[in-house]
């Protein structure tokens, strides 16, 4: 079992930046695969990014690579997403969430946070 709570959101303008944290609890968090899904208002949720356990490998959507980067700090136990040249279509609520393996942290992870809301006006 792992644990997380998200951090960082707020409101920003459009062309701003933003960093969400995600620290993680339990015995093996530094051992899972972690990542990002956001759900915008009426949208189904989607994948943002995903990092695996040692930080070697990463994975991001279309829509975000170049402007958002994932990575983690394992001795924190704690997953970030620095968001650069930020939109107001990316506002959503981003969700952090964790699981075995890249693979499954990128389509249908277990462990999921509570969520921080991003919103970007324009």
């Known amino acids: 079992q792992v644990q997380l709570v998200e951090s960082g959101g707020g409101l920003v303008q459009a062309g701003g930046s933003l960093r969400l944290s995600c620290a993680a609890s339990?015995?093996?968090?530094?051992?899972?695969?972690m990542g990002w899904f956001r759900q915008a208002p009426g949208k189904e949720r989607e994948f943002v990014a995903a990092?695996?356990?040692?930080?070697?490998?990463?994975y991001y959507a279309d829509s975000v690579k170049g402007r958002f980067t994932i990575s983690r700090d394992n001795a924190k136990n704690t997953v970030y997403l620095q968001m650069n040249s930020l939109k107001p279509e990316d506002t959503a609520v981003y969700y952090c969430?964790?699981?075995?393996?890249?693979?499954?942290?990128?389509?249908?992870?277990?462990?999921w946070g509570q969520g921080t809301q991003v919103t970007v006006s324009s």
């Open positions: 969430n964790a699981d075995n393996s890249l693979a499954i942290v990128r389509m249908r992870p277990r462990y």
């Open positions: 339990g015995r093996t968090a530094s051992d899972y695969a």
């Open positions: 990092i695996n356990w040692t930080g070697g490998s990463t």
